[in-house]
């Protein structure tokens, strides 16, 4: 039968998920109720609360005493976040709460892979859910009202919720294996590198994989990094890396400083290269911080305008990823596009600016093997040497 896990501070919402659990049981499915909270409750969990604090690696006694809330969540978070990673069987997650326990809730689920069901109903959800979400799928309900006892309109609310999990559940449950079971390989790409990528695409298609595209928009790339850590890639095509300049400049599409970390720790085959690392973007021309005044702007369309890197910012793009790329433990290759880094660094763009990427360039090398090609990143060819490339190292070589 489906489980679906139910994981709440029973100390403040022990009626709302007693009212869950008989839902759920009654839409068919187990269910394995984890207490999450600090303060005592009357609830009977199957989890309780002092294990989720022991596996937290804190004192459930210690927490009480101390009264910071703070420390409370993070702890009754983690130790979720191991209780759901010990636990036999999961078909979905359910949890409810404000700002607390949907902080615990989005800190146990955040480990669990892509595509197992993760519902969470919260009264933070009608504000920025990326704190909850990240670059996992959680799908989020706002609960209109606060969670304060199962009321007329709560109990609309809760009870979609509760039918939603258990639906996921019983549908993850009875699920036939995928058909498609080639590899996965995940790419990168930006509108100014969509050729390369399309190239790359095309060929690892025709190799035998199946290819995941993220557009570079700084959630793309912290989901790229996800399914990373989730151990279903077998390769990682990084073509475009431009999220790192935003990271740099103060752009609005950075995808932070752990972005191209996580298939070199974990030793996933990648090829990357530098494109797009030519701009820092923002939003409408209007918008773009005063102190850029002067810089090489290229408005792209009314919502998005361009900046071009310069000489400076793009040698220390290229340390940055030479440190980040030196310390990877599988197999990792650099490719150099000599003849520009994006469609806008191509001769004759407004971008073009051999100088600043030379200075990318001379950076990055050495820190691992570098293929230096005379084309422009959009060049068919530079996509098909990386798609070849990337196909060697996960094959071990084998055409």
Not at 125 to 130: C, Q, Y
Not at 161 to 166: E, K, L, V, Y
Request: aromatic letters at 4%.
């Amino acid at each position: 039968m489906a489980t679906v896990v139910l994981v709440g501070t029973l100390d403040t919402k022990g009626p709302e998920y007693e009212w869950l659990r008989e839902r759920v049981r009654e839409l068919g499915c187990e269910v394995v109720l984890v207490d999450a909270g600090v303060g005592a409750s009357e609830v009977d969990a199957d989890v309780p609360a002092e294990e989720v604090a022991r596996a937290g690696g804190a004192s459930l006694s210690a927490l009480r005493d101390a009264g910071d809330r703070g420390a409370a969540v993070t702890a009754m978070g983690e130790g979720a976040a191991a209780v759901l990673a010990g636990l036999e069987r999961i078909d979905a997650v359910l949890a409810v709460g404000g700002s607390g326990g949907s902080s615990i809730a989005a800190r146990a689920v955040r480990d669990l892979p892509i595509g197992l069901p993760k519902v969470i109903v919260s009264t933070m959800a009608a504000g920025d859910v990326s704190p909850y979400v990240g670059a996992k799928d959680v799908t989020l309900m706002y609960s209109v009202v606060d969670i304060a006892g199962v009321n007329r309109v709560s109990r609309l609310i809760l009870g979609n919720a509760a039918a939603a999990a258990a639906g996921m559940a019983k549908a993850r449950e009875r699920a036939a294996p995928a058909a498609d079971e080639r590899p996965l390989v995940a790419a990168s790409m930006f509108g100014v590198t969509t050729p390369a990528v399309d190239a790359a695409r095309e060929r690892l298609d025709e190799l035998g994989y199946e290819v995941l595209v993220f557009h570079a928009t700084g959630a793309g790339g912290q989901a790229l990094e996800g399914l990373v850590e989730s151990g279903l890639l077998a390769g990682v095509l990084d073509l475009t890396t431009t999220e790192l300049a935003d990271d740099l400049v103060g752009g609005v599409l950075s995808a932070g400083p752990e972005r191209l970390t996580a298939a070199g720790r974990l030793g996933v085959p990648q090829v990357v290269a530098p494109g797009a690392l030519d701009m820092v973007n923002f939003g409408p021309r209007e918008t773009v911080p005063e102190r850029f005044e002067g810089r090489n702007l290229y408005v792209h369309n009314p919502t998005v305008t361009l900046m071009r890197t310069t000489r400076d910012e793009m040698a220390e793009l290229g340390r940055r990823i030479a440190g980040k790329l030196r310390d990877a433990t599988g197999p990792t290759v650099l490719f150099l596009p000599l003849g520009g880094v994006s469609a806008l660094d191509a001769p004759g763009m407004p971008f073009h600016d051999p100088e600043a990427d030379e200075a990318c360039f001379a950076a990055m090398e050495g820190a691992v093997e570098t293929e230096r090609l005379d084309m422009n990143i959009n060049d068919p060819a530079f996509g098909r040497a990386m798609a070849d490339r990337l196909h060697e190292m996960i094959s071990g070589g084998s055409q």
